[in-house]
């Protein structure tokens, strides 16, 4: 039953000409019905009064006649009045027309016996009442049911008049059978009932024709803009004839038909970026190392040269560093857009691919006056990653951390859970301002241009780090405010292939304020392609960036942000994300 109940549920939410046909049976039924029930109710009434007329007439030409016959007795005791009375019901029975067969006359005298014809007993259906209205000289009627001829119950229309005599007054009674007037109305309630019957089914037929001409253009139009979605953009709708679904037809053809110029205009833009951004990338190869090993040969004898020389040489050496780390960069980026870029996934320890990250920017973290923390499980935390990949997030992460970090530790934490492994890297340096966690991840963006970079990185560190944590299905999102500082939390699965569905550790901190939480926004970015569609049965996040106040009143589909902070999801992750200073 409940299977059944879903499944129209569905149909009815999925089918505008369900919905239309439905709607419209309901509506003229009620409208059919109404009408039917008036004029039933009204054929009843005229054939009730129409047989109530006639038996008026009736009675009215019986009391006149039954009123000379008796005028020539003037007691009761005359010995004929009974063959008298006996003699007038027989002829007012016997002169009944043919449709009014079966109607009993009866003549009541008191002190004589009453007279009926045919010799039926009427004591059951004569009521007191109705005696009591005749003897006081009124002419009433009433309807009753009796049996009178042994054939079953039968409503009869029972009509009394007083008649005056020289003796005193006579009661006349006509019982009358309604038996064919009945059959008269109930014969007309059921045409008016099959016709109103017939009318409502053809105004179904009728809907659901009328709408079937409307909907299956729609219906064609969806299924073609599918096939568009799907990459088929050669798909276009067949256009008959000039009326209004003709021009929607045409109109989408049309649109359609730029779409598809727009998009191949597109690829080709794209396409011809992408190799001219590689092979410059390559070109740029021969003489990048023609002019390093120029430059290592000075670097090599700076000591030689005069300060200033020697200045210039470290600056042309550090310099062409960077710019071969630019052309890395760009070539890994290249690949990205070009889908080259394969996973190579192995079970990893991450613990030690932590601590590797950690100890090789110890260096830089010196420099810059920054301690480097690290909070990781006692026992190795296994993962389907790419080592090489995972190990270059974090120290773009960790490297961030540290030239952001304004001199304030920067913590590390790893934690895992049955199915997924996270690792955050939190810093208390300026922070994010709003509006920013959504940028931090574009190519070459700055929080701010005019700072100096003291580790000389590229600018496509983070998207490069977004690229690889999606090819992992994998999530990388940023939380900062103001002041406050900035916390990075790259999520991937334990095992490589499965969706992520929550993280072991939260986004926000722990030590963040309540009064900076109330207003946080954050990132959430895109999955890799067969992640989460963004639908309401995903409680993966979606693809496109979410603030709170965009609906994102959850994280991941995690509690709100307030009841994360007060309320962690366990004592182990309460444990896991503690930072202490």
């Not at 000379?68 to 002829?91: D, F, I, K, M, P």
């Not at 029972?158 to 005056?164: L, Q």
């Not at 007037?181 to 008016?192: K, L, N, P």
């Not at 999606?470 to 499965?498: N, S, V």
């Amino acid at each position: 039953m409940a299977r059944a109940a879903s499944a129209l549920h569905r149909t009815w939410r999925r089918s505008l000409q369900v919905r239309v046909v439905t709607i419209t049976l309901v509506a003229s039924s009620l409208l059919v019905g109404g009408f039917a029930y008036l004029v039933a109710d009204n054929i009843t009434e005229i054939v009730l009064d129409n047989a109530t007329t006639d038996v008026k007439t009736r009675l009215d030409d019986g009391q006149e006649y039954a009123s000379e016959q008796l005028s020539n007795h003037t007691t009761v005791a005359e010995q004929g009045l009974r063959a008298t009375l006996e003699n007038t019901v027989n002829y007012l029975a016997g002169g009944d027309p043919a449709q009014l067969g079966g109607v009993v006359v009866s003549l009541r005298v008191t002190g004589v016996a009453p007279a009926t014809s045919p010799q039926v007993d009427v004591s059951g259906i004569l009521t007191p009442g109705l005696e009591n209205a005749v003897k006081s000289g009124d002419i009433a009627h009433q309807f009753r049911t009796g049996d009178l001829f042994d054939k079953g119950p039968t409503k009869y229309l029972v009509y009394g008049s007083p008649v005056p005599t020289q003796f005193g007054q006579v009661e006349l009674y006509y019982f009358v059978p309604l038996t064919r007037w009945d059959q008269i109305a109930d014969g007309s309630r059921a045409t008016v009932l099959a016709t109103g019957f017939a009318l409502v089914v053809l105004l179904g037929l009728l809907s659901g024709l009328v709408t079937r001409l409307v909907v299956n253009p729609v219906r064609v139009a969806a299924r073609t803009a599918q096939r568009l979605s799907a990459g088929l953009l050669d798909q276009r709708m067949v256009v008959n004839g000039e009326d209004d679904l003709a021009m929607l037809a045409s109109s989408f053809n049309q649109m359609a038909t730029n779409l598809q110029r727009q998009i191949v205009r597109l690829e080709e833009m794209s396409r011809l970026q992408r190799r001219f951004t590689s092979d410059v990338s390559h070109e740029l190869r021969t003489p990048l190392t023609t002019v390093r090993m120029a430059a290592d040969l000075i670097y090599a004898e700076r000591d030689e040269f005069d300060p200033a020389v020697t200045r210039t040489a470290e600056l042309l050496h550090a310099e062409l560093d960077r710019f071969e780390d630019l052309l890395t960069d760009l070539l890994e980026i290249s690949r990205f857009d070009a889908g080259f870029a394969m996973l190579d996934a192995e079970p990893t320890d991450l613990v030690p691919v932590v601590h590797r990250v950690v100890d090789r920017l110890e260096s830089l973290a010196s420099r810059c006056g920054t301690p480097l923390r690290v909070t990781v499980p006692e026992t190795p935390v296994i993962a389907e990653v790419d080592p090489r990949r995972v190990e270059r997030i974090l120290r773009n992460l960790v490297g961030n951390a540290v030239e952001h970090g304004a001199g304030k530790p920067v913590v590390v934490v790893l934690a895992a859970d049955e199915t997924a492994v996270a690792i955050t890297v939190r810093d208390h340096g300026v922070g994010l301002k709003p509006g920013e966690e959504k940028l931090v991840f574009n190519r070459f963006w700055r929080a701010d241009p005019s700072r100096a970079r003291q580790t000389g990185g590229t600018g496509l560190g983070l998207s490069i780090s977004l690229e690889d944590a999606r090819l992992h299905g994998g999530w990388l999102e940023a939380w900062g405010a103001p002041g406050e500082g900035a916390q990075f939390r790259l999520t991937l699965p334990a095992r490589a292939g499965d969706r992520l569905t929550s993280s072991p550790l939260r986004l926000v901190p722990p030590d963040a304020p309540l009064a900076i939480t109330d207003g946080l926004s954050w990132t959430v970015p895109a999955p890799p392609d067969g992640g989460t569609d963004g639908s309401a049965d995903d409680p993966e996040p979606s693809p496109s960036p979410v603030a709170p106040d965009e609906g994102a009143g959850a994280e991941q589909g995690v509690e709100p942000v307030r009841d994360r902070l007060a309320n962690p999801r366990s004592p182990a992750e309460a444990e896991r994300s503690e930072v202490t200073g």
